[in-house]
């Protein structure tokens, strides 16, 4: 069973447990579908195959449809609750295509199709398991889709290829290249929050010292004589 299967089957209770949550999730994955939506358009303008710009326009009317879908989705949950809208799904485009080129480029993106059917099928299992057909409807509709993705991009990359070694090369380098990307998106979001800890400690320690030094040394108005 791939990893990103098991770390979803594991932590799927506690993160679709509430309904507030479960919106704010569903609401991600529009943005990451619209934003890789941009991606494929860009990458169907610069290719040099009319026939790969043609899967990739055919893949980003698919992220177009999913990233509605999901942001319905989460709206309709926002609604339910009461709870203020979470804005309109609009992503950036992360020019991946013209970052990695086109090789790394589709491993990228089989790589990311295929993780997204490992968890998405979990996904679909717990809520079957907690009774909400609803949203297990939702990823099995999704997953019809990324399961031809994930199979057309590995075709592609293995025919764009010299050779099947340096399609499976390209997989180990995006693999490599992710995970370094992911340790650094960690370590800039845990150095956010200990700045923000240690900022709101150091006031709180410093508000009493202050209050000592007023009272050791406290203010006058006016000239002072010097001594």
Same mark, same amino acid.
């Given at each position: 069973? !791939? ?24 609401? @991600?994955?529009? /943005?990451?579908?619209? @934003? ?45 609750? @009461?709870?203020?809208?979470? &804005? ?12 990695? &080129? ?19 099928? %979990? ?29 057309? %991009?590995?075709? /592609? ?24 990307? %992911? ?24 508000? !009493?010292? &202050? /209050? ?5 040394? !406290? ?9």
């Amino acid at each position: 069973m !791939p990893a990103a299967a098991i770390v979803a089957r594991l932590f799927n209770p506690i993160v679709w447990r509430r309904p507030r949550h479960t919106a704010r999730k569903l609401h @991600g994955f529009a /943005l990451a579908e619209h @934003g890789s939506m941009l991606d494929l358009r860009l990458a169907a303008r610069a290719t040099s195959s009319p026939a790969r710009a043609a899967a990739y326009l055919r893949h980003a009317d698919d992220e177009t449809r999913h990233a509605r879908m999901f942001g319905k989705a989460a709206q309709r949950l926002i609604e339910e609750l @009461g709870a203020a809208p979470l &804005g309109p799904v609009r992503a950036d485009s992360e020019q991946l295509f013209v970052s990695l &080129g086109e090789l790394d480029f589709l491993a990228f993106v089989h790589v990311g199709e295929a993780r997204a059917i490992a968890q998405f099928e %979990t996904y679909v299992e717990h809520f079957r398991r907690v009774g909400n057909e609803r949203e297990a409807s939702l990823f099995e509709a999704v997953l019809v889709d990324e399961r031809r993705h994930a199979a057309y %991009t590995r075709a /592609l990359l293995f025919e764009l290829g010299a050779s099947p070694r340096e399609a499976e090369a390209a997989l180990r380098r995006v693999r490599r290249w992710e995970a370094w990307r %992911t340790w650094l998106r960690a370590g800039r979001f845990l150095a956010e929050r200990v700045y923000v800890a240690a900022m709101v400690l150091v006031y709180v320690l410093a508000a !009493p010292l &202050g /209050l000592l030094v007023r009272v050791a040394r !406290p203010s006058s108005s006016g000239w002072r004589e010097r001594r």
